[in-house]
C-alpha cells in the first residue's frame, strides 16, 4: 500500500485463524488504546454518486417517513436515522442506474437499513430472531394489509422492483432477503457470547449479513442486466467473493469506532486482534493490507473474465462497470455517513488520520488526541 | 396561487408601505402566534443540484477547513457550521456549471455565508461594522499574506475565478463584494434599533445584503458568459429585479424561523407584519403571494427578452436557463438545509406544513402543536 503510515510497518506474517475462542479481545491485551490512525485506503475503483443523489436521498428519506416511521421508538429516534444518510448509499453505489432505479435501490437499501438497527437492538436470542426474521422474509412482496410496517414497505419495494427483474431474478429477490436476515440470526449466539471467529470463518458467515445476495441483484437492476446464469461459476465467485470481502473490510474498518462502542466481537479488527494476537494499531494495519489484497484480487478475477471470452458480452461489461461503482461507492459513502462517527458529523473531506474511540463525536485529525503516540 | 392554505384566505389589499417606524412587530399583534402554516410554494422554475454536487460539498467543506477554521470559536462552531450544509448552496444553484466552476460557487457562497455569520455575530456599530468589511474588500484579491483568513481566502477565490473572467467581470467582483458588505452595513443601524422599513424601502436595501451583484457575476461564470453590458438595460434590471427579488423573499419566509428568535426586523415577514398590520398567519400568506408574483413577474420579464432580438443570442439564452436554475435551486435548498430549521434537520422532503418558531428543532408537519389553531 503505498500509503501507509509513517511507521512502514508491514504486515507479512499472516498466521493460520484459531478455531472459535470465548475470549473477548480487551482481555488479550493489557492497556486499551483509545484511538488509532487510519491510513489512506488505496482507490482501486471509480467512485462517483449518482447524478441526481441529493434529490433521491431526499425522496427515500420522505419515503421512509411514510412508511417506517412506526419503526423508530419517537421522532428523535427518526431525525437521528435520517441524519445518518442511509438514503445516500443508493445513489453512491447506483451511479450509472437511471434516476427511479437508483431511487428504488436507495429506498430499498434504507429498508435494510432500518431493519438492521431494529435487529440489533432487540435481537438476543436466536429463537427469537429467526422466529421474526421468517415473519419478515415470508411476508416479503405479498403481504401488502399486514400490520407490520416492515412487511408492508417490503410490499411496497416488491411492487416496484421485481417488474425490472426476471422471474430468475424474483426468486433471488425474496431468497437473498431470507439468507441476509438468517445470516444476522446465526451471528446472535456468537455476539451474545462475546465469541471470537477465525478470519474466514468470519467472512463466510459476515457475508450473508452484508447482504451480498441482495447487494448483487440491486447491482444487476440498477444495470438493467441479468447475471442469474454466471453467478455459480468459479470465475464469477472469485470475482464477487473478493468484491464483498473488501467491502465488508472496509465497512469494519470505518464501523470499528461503533462496533466497539457496543464491544461487538462480529468485526474484522476485533477478529485480527485476537487471531493474530495484535494491538488496536497493528489490527488496523494488517486489516488496510488486506483491504487492498481484496482489492487488487477482485481487479485480477474481474480483468481474467473481461479478457476472456464473456469480455465481449455487453451485460458482463455492465455488470462489472456496476460492481466497480459499487466498490468505490461503497467505500466513499463511509467517509460520509455520521453513522460511524458519530451523530453530528459532517463530511470535511478527510479520508486519513486519527480517529478516537471514545469521543462522541470523532473526527479524522492530524495528531492523536495522546501526544505520546504522535511519535508513531 | 392554487396551493393555497385550507382557510382559502386572499391577499388583494395591498396598502401604501409606511414611512420607517421604530415599533418592533411584536408590540404591534397581541397575542403572539408561535406557529405558522407554510402553504405549498409554486415551482414555476426547474430545480436540480449539480451531478457533481455531493463530491462538490465535501471538497468544499476541505476547504472551509483549510481556509476558515479560525472564522469559529472552536471545533464544535465548525461542526455545526458544516451541519448546515452551505456547500451544497453553490450546487444548487450552479447544476448546469463544468465541475470546477460549480466548485468555486460553493466555495465562494462558503465565503459569504461565513462572513455574514461573522458579521451577525460582531456587529452592531455601524461604524465599526464599515471599518471591518472595508478591510476585507479593501484586500479582496490582493492580499495573500494578510494575516485575516477571510482576506487570504478572499486571495484563494480571487486566484480560482478571476481567470474566467472578463476585465470588465474582475472589476465587478471586487466591487460587488464591496456592495453586499456596505448592504450589510446600511442595514445594522435600522437591526440595532428594531427599525422596520416599508416593503420597497426594505427590498431595495435588502438586494444588497442579499448579494445580487456578485450572485449575477457567479451565475454568469458557471455560465460562461458576461452580461456586463445587458445588466443596466431596462429589460435586463427588470428580469434581475423580479428573480432576486424572489428569491430574497422565499429566503425571508423559510428563515423567519430563526430571523425571530433573534428579533431581527430586515426580514420580509416582520415588514409585512407591520406595515399591513397583520398577524403571524396573515403576513405569511400575503408573503406566499408576492413570491408567487415576482416568479411569475421574472417569467413574463425573461420571455420578453427572450422572445425579442437578444433571444437569438446563445449567451442570453445561457443566462436565464441559468437564472431559472438559480430561482428554483435557492428554493428547493431551503427546504433541505438545516440553517433555518435547526441544529439536527435532516430533509424528510416536507415542502408545506405547520412549522414552529420555537421547537428548537424544527419540522414541516401535517398537524400544528396547538390542536386549537387546526381549524385554519
Known sequence: MTSAPPSGRQDTDRPQELPLVGTP??????????????????????????????????????????????????????????????????????????????????????????????????????????????????????DTDDTSPLIRAGADLWRRITPGLSPAQVGRFKESLASSLGGYADEVPHRHAGHI?????????????????????????????????????????????????????????????????????????????????????DAVDALCHLIEDEGRAYLAARDLILGGSLGTRPDVAAYFDAVDHLIGGTQAYHYLTPRYFGDGYAPDGSTSGWLSLTEPLARLRPHPTDPARAVR
Open 197 to 281: 471467529l477465525g478470519l474466514d470463518d468470519y467472512l463466510a458467515l459476515r457475508v450473508f449479513r452484508f447482504g451480498w445476495p441482495f447487494v448483487a441483484l440491486m447491482t444487476e437492476y440498477g444495470a438493467g442486466i441479468d447475471m442469474t446464469g454466471l453467478h455459480p461459476t468459479p470465475a464469477f465467485e472469485a470475482a464477487n467473493g473478493h468484491a464483498v470481502r473488501q467491502m465488508i473490510l472496509v465497512n469494519d474498518l470505518l464501523s470499528w469506532r461503533k462496533e466497539h462502542a457496543r464491544a461487538d466481537t462480529m468485526n474484522a479488527v476485533a477478529v485480527l486482534q485476537h487471531t493474530r494476537g495484535l494491538g488496536l494499531q
Open 25 to 142: 479481545p480487551q482481555a488479550v491485551h493489557g492497556a486499551q488504546e483509545t484511538e488509532f490512525f487510519l491510513p489512506e485506503l488505496p482507490r482501486l475503483l471509480p467512485s462517483a454518486y449518482h447524478p441526481n443523489a441529493v434529490e433521491i436521498e431526499v425522496r427515500s428519506n420522505a419515503w421512509v417517513c411514510r412508511h417506517l416511521q412506526s419503526c423508530f421508538s419517537d421522532e428523535q429516534a427518526l431525525m437521528s436515522y435520517l441524519r445518518q444518510r442511509a438514503g445516500l448509499y443508493g445513489p453512491a453505489v447506483s451511479p450509472l442506474a437511471d434516476e427511479q432505479r437508483a431511487g428504488d435501490i436507495a429506498d430499498f437499501y434504507q429498508y435494510v437499513t432500518v431493519m438492521d438497527d431494529a435487529i440489533a437492538g432487540a435481537a438476543t436470542d436466536e429463537q427469537q430472531a429467526r422466529t421474526a426474521l421468517a415473519r419478515i422474509t415470508d411476508g416479503f412482496g405479498t
